[in-house]
């Protein structure tokens, strides 16, 4: 259980050094389910800031997000640390993120919170429904009980919980300087089941099925602009010359679009689900990161996001590695 | 004009009797929907709340051909619509066909424009009253509400056995005659007041817009905007469902010796969209592009047509993965302090 008390102290500490600019955590959402990323530039914002279940954004997201305009003429750049707050998810993009130098560690400030577990918002809507007020969400062994438009209500865990932290490995965060609570027990396994399911439909069933969840893409990019690992300057989708993908949205071009995206992220993707969590129309994108991240690990035996002294997959080659699908 | 009913049971027969018309209305693929052309009437269903993506579509689609031509050709082939085509929109939520009106301003303006207007004047609306409003509607603050009558050719109530039809203009008369419809009495009329009545009281956002026109311009350089385009994504997700944002994109399309301009959806919050060809971008940052999106629905458009581009649907608030509510954003801005008024 995280300490919100303790949690905003350290924020504050952080805040108050000279050498930080902006802090990146959680505070409480308008209405609903979910939180909101918050960036703190003061220290007197901190009392904003919580962690409970309803914390399923990844703040690494924000790193990267965060543009950088050229420095005016006879101006110094700020080169004050970013903190940021992550759970064990999370931490695995800040660790993917150092391994390709996106910023150099000393740039980062993390603190670590040890996480039991967020709730899915769609599970939690299907199980209790909609409200205009913010929802109040604690764990209390394997229920999640909610304060709902000020009345309680309980719910099995199990259901509730977000896919990502079904099979979750990585509770503890695995880059931090600090730790804002004490580390929690591993409760997950991942057996690629999910996988293994999609892969019994056959491919004429494969593609009747991307065809109808591409079909819905309004190409709003907001899976590709909450991933963290989706920090290229100009990303190739929008590129104007050459255009490698039309604009206009029909099957064809969407299809290109999200099998595009999913390459660029094999060997990258740290699975933080955010991306199938922010799809206004509902296309399971995880289905396609969970292939190419089962296959990189058969493969390669390669885990991303894992090993900040790592080298990134497709940048490395090892004389061990596989190489059927050349010849 | 007329009051109609149908049992809920015949809905399938009522649309199907629609044989002149193109009928849309809310399709599901899972549990995403969109208005899309009815195909068969069987499927047809009133027991939904609001479409994921708005009815804009249906006027102003995602991507539409401009015209054709040949590579190396000078001559072209329009591809307008066609204005005498009857098409039926049947469902539409009373908030989604205000925001046709706003947009109408637009399209109708310096340059009236043959794609939307040809589409606009050859639809018949049959809106749907509101009986559950979702968590963040707030269309009573806009000059909407539940049974808003604005922009429709007639409103249905959903009574639960019974639907009750109240028609608005000569084109909803003349659709409720093709359907078949019996008259209704005062039993009809007085359940669809209590209904309209019950949800208004259902709706609990709210948002007093005096006064905000007249302020946004002197927040221009205020630093409140970065408490929310701090955790903006920068993505489309708010503009692109939104029912009055309308801007589009233009490019051309070639296939070999084929082609065709084109135009869709754009956003203010996209990067490439203010970006000019020198490299210079006067909105760098998402600082800038969410005080345009604020700013343009709630000053610089109620300037130029003097009405708020913003009907109150909710669907920026419910879909944004991040939290950005626009309520939120207005509440903070009436508080801000003024600075000295800058225009865009």
């Given at each position: 259980?995280?300490?919100?008390?303790?949690?905003?102290?350290k924020?504050?500490?952080?805040?108050?050094?000279d050498?930080?600019?902006r802090?990146?955590?959680?505070?409480?959402?308008?209405?609903?389910?979910?939180?909101?990323?918050?960036?703190?530039?003061?220290?007197?914002?901190?009392?904003?800031?919580?962690?409970?279940?309803?914390?399923?954004?990844?703040?690494?997201?924000?790193?990267?997000?965060?543009?950088?305009?050229?420095?005016?003429?006879?101006?110094?750049?700020?080169?004050?640390?970013?903190?940021?707050?992550?759970?064990?998810?999370?931490?695995?993009?800040?660790?993917?993120?150092?391994?390709?130098k996106?910023?150099?560690?000393?740039?980062?400030?993390?603190?670590?919170?040890?996480?039991?577990?967020v709730?899915?918002?769609r599970?939690?809507?299907?199980?209790?429904?909609?409200?205009?007020?913010?929802?109040?969400?604690?764990?209390?062994?394997?229920?999640?009980?909610?304060?709902?438009?000020?009345?309680?209500?309980?719910?099995?865990?199990?259901?509730?919980?977000?896919?990502?932290?079904?099979r979750?490995?990585?509770?503890?965060?695995?880059?931090?300087?600090?730790?804002v609570?004490?580390?929690?027990?591993?409760?997950?396994?991942?057996?690629?089941?999910?996988?293994?399911?999609?892969?019994?439909?056959?491919?004429?069933?494969?593609?009747?099925?991307?065809?109808?969840?591409?079909?819905?893409c309004?190409?709003?990019?907001?899976?590709?602009?909450?991933?963290?690992?989706?920090?290229?300057?100009?990303?190739?989708?929008?590129?104007?010359?050459?255009?490698?993908?039309?604009?206009?949205?029909?099957?064809?071009?969407?299809?290109?679009?999200?099998?595009?995206?999913?390459?660029?992220?094999?060997?990258?993707?740290?699975?933080?689900?955010?991306?199938?969590?922010?799809?206004?129309?509902?296309?399971?994108?995880?289905?396609?990161?969970?292939?190419?991240?089962?296959?990189?690990?058969?493969?390669?035996?390669?885990?991303?996001?894992?090993?900040v002294?790592?080298?990134?997959?497709?940048s490395?080659?090892?004389?061990?590695?596989?190489?059927?699908?050349?010849? | 004009?007329?009051?109609?009913?149908?049992?809920?049971?015949?809905?399938?027969?009522v649309?199907?009797?629609?044989?002149?018309?193109?009928?849309?209305?809310?399709?599901?693929?899972?549990?995403?929907?969109?208005?899309?052309?009815?195909?068969?009437?069987?499927?047809?269903?009133?027991?939904?709340k609001?479409?994921?993506?708005?009815?804009?579509?249906?006027?102003?689609?995602?991507?539409?051909?401009?015209?054709?031509?040949?590579?190396?050709?000078t001559?072209?082939?329009?591809?307008?619509?066609?204005?005498?085509s009857?098409?039926?929109?049947?469902?539409?939520?009373?908030?989604?066909?205000?925001?046709?009106?706003?947009v109408?301003?637009?399209?109708?303006?310096?340059?009236?424009?043959?794609?939307?207007?040809?589409?606009?004047?050859?639809?018949?609306?049959f809106?749907?009253?509101c009986?559950?409003?979702?968590?963040?509607?707030?269309?009573?603050?806009?000059?909407g509400?539940?049974?808003?009558?604005?922009?429709?050719?007639?409103?249905?109530?959903d009574?639960?056995e019974?639907?009750?039809?109240?028609?608005?203009?000569?084109?909803?008369?003349?659709?409720?005659?093709?359907?078949?419809?019996?008259?209704?009495?005062?039993?009809?009329?007085?359940?669809a007041a209590?209904?309209?009545?019950?949800?208004?009281?259902?709706?609990?956002?709210?948002?007093?817009?005096?006064?905000?026109?007249?302020?946004?311009?002197?927040?221009?350089?205020?630093?409140?905007?970065?408490?929310?385009?701090?955790?903006?994504?920068?993505?489309?997700?708010?503009?692109?469902?939104?029912?009055?944002?309308?801007?589009?994109?233009?490019?051309?399309?070639?296939?070999?010796?084929?082609?065709?301009?084109?135009?869709?959806?754009?956003?203010?919050?996209?990067?490439?969209?203010?970006?000019?060809?020198?490299?210079?971008?006067?909105?760098?940052?998402?600082k800038e592009?969410?005080?345009?999106?604020?700013?343009?629905?709630?000053?610089?458009?109620?300037?130029?047509?003097?009405?708020?581009?913003?009907?109150?649907?909710?669907?920026?608030?419910?879909?944004?993965?991040?939290?950005?509510?626009?309520?939120?954003?207005?509440?903070?801005?009436?508080?801000?302090?003024?600075?000295?008024?800058?225009?865009?």
């Amino acid at each position: 259980m995280v300490d919100e008390k303790k949690l905003r102290e350290k924020a504050k500490e952080v805040l108050a050094r000279d050498d930080v600019r902006r802090l990146i955590g959680w505070k409480r959402g308008t209405y609903g389910y979910e939180s909101a990323p918050v960036v703190i530039k003061d220290a007197s914002e901190a009392e904003e800031l919580i962690f409970d279940p309803t914390c399923v954004q990844n703040p690494a997201s924000f790193i990267t997000l965060e543009e950088k305009p050229p420095v005016p003429r006879g101006q110094e750049p700020d080169t004050r640390k970013v903190a940021v707050m992550v759970k064990g998810c999370d931490s695995r993009a800040v660790v993917q993120q150092l391994v390709e130098k996106a910023y150099p560690r000393d740039g980062v400030i993390v603190l670590g919170v040890p996480c039991t577990g967020v709730v899915d918002r769609r599970k939690a809507q299907k199980m209790f429904g909609d409200t205009s007020e913010p929802v109040l969400i604690k764990e209390e062994g394997d229920k999640f009980v909610f304060t709902i438009d000020g009345e309680t209500k309980e719910g099995p865990r199990a259901e509730l919980l977000a896919d990502k932290c079904v099979r979750c490995r990585f509770p503890n965060p695995l880059v931090y300087d600090e730790l804002v609570a004490d580390e929690v027990a591993v409760w997950g396994a991942d057996e690629f089941t999910d996988v293994d399911e999609f892969e019994k439909k056959s491919p004429e069933e494969k593609w009747k099925f991307w065809e109808e969840q591409f079909s819905k893409c309004i190409r709003c990019y907001s899976c590709r602009n909450v991933c963290p690992m989706c920090y290229c300057l100009e990303c190739v989708v929008t590129k104007q010359r050459p255009q490698w993908t039309r604009r206009s949205t029909d099957v064809s071009e969407n299809t290109a679009y999200h099998i595009q995206r999913a390459w660029h992220l094999s060997g990258r993707c740290i699975e933080c689900g955010e991306c199938e969590r922010v799809c206004p129309v509902d296309i399971p994108i995880m289905t396609l990161n969970r292939k190419m991240t089962r296959d990189v690990k058969e493969m390669f035996s390669f885990e991303p996001g894992i090993d900040v002294e790592a080298e990134p997959l497709l940048s490395c080659y090892n004389p061990q590695d596989p190489e059927e699908y050349i010849m | 004009m007329g009051d109609y009913k149908f049992a809920k049971d015949k809905l399938a027969e009522v649309v199907g009797a629609l044989k002149d018309y193109e009928v849309f209305a809310p399709t599901a693929v899972g549990d995403v929907l969109r208005f899309k052309q009815v195909e068969d009437a069987s499927g047809v269903s009133l027991d939904y709340k609001n479409t994921n993506v708005p009815p804009k579509e249906l006027m102003f689609p995602e991507t539409e051909t401009l015209f054709k031509f040949r590579v190396g050709q000078t001559e072209i082939e329009p591809a307008v619509p066609d204005e005498s085509s009857k098409r039926l929109v049947f469902g539409i939520r009373p908030c989604d066909a205000m925001a046709y009106t706003i947009v109408e301003k637009l399209y109708s303006w310096d340059y009236p424009d043959p794609y939307f207007e040809g589409r606009r004047s050859s639809s018949v609306l049959f809106g749907l009253a509101c009986s559950e409003p979702v968590p963040n509607c707030f269309c009573t603050s806009m000059g909407g509400g539940p049974g808003s009558e604005q922009g429709l050719d007639a409103l249905m109530f959903d009574l639960g056995e019974t639907v009750y039809v109240k028609t608005l203009t000569d084109a909803g008369e003349e659709a409720a005659k093709a359907m078949g419809l019996e008259a209704a009495g005062d039993a009809e009329k007085k359940a669809a007041a209590a209904q309209e009545k019950e949800a208004q009281g259902k709706i609990k956002r709210t948002l007093d817009t005096e006064g905000i026109p007249e302020k946004l311009p002197s927040l221009y350089d205020h630093p409140f905007w970065e408490e929310f385009s701090d955790r903006c994504l920068s993505c489309g997700i708010c503009t692109f469902l939104c029912p009055t944002c309308h801007c589009f994109d233009i490019q051309d399309e070639t296939e070999v010796f084929n082609g065709r301009r084109a135009r869709m959806w754009d956003t203010c919050m996209f990067p490439e969209y203010s970006l000019h060809t020198s490299g210079h971008n006067p909105r760098p940052t998402r600082k800038e592009r969410t005080r345009n999106r604020i700013s343009h629905k709630y000053s610089y458009f109620p300037e130029k047509f003097d009405v708020i581009a913003c009907v109150g649907c909710g669907r920026c608030i419910n879909y944004c993965p991040v939290n950005i509510d626009i309520l939120d954003i207005l509440e903070k801005s009436k508080k801000a302090e003024a600075k000295e008024a800058k225009t865009a």
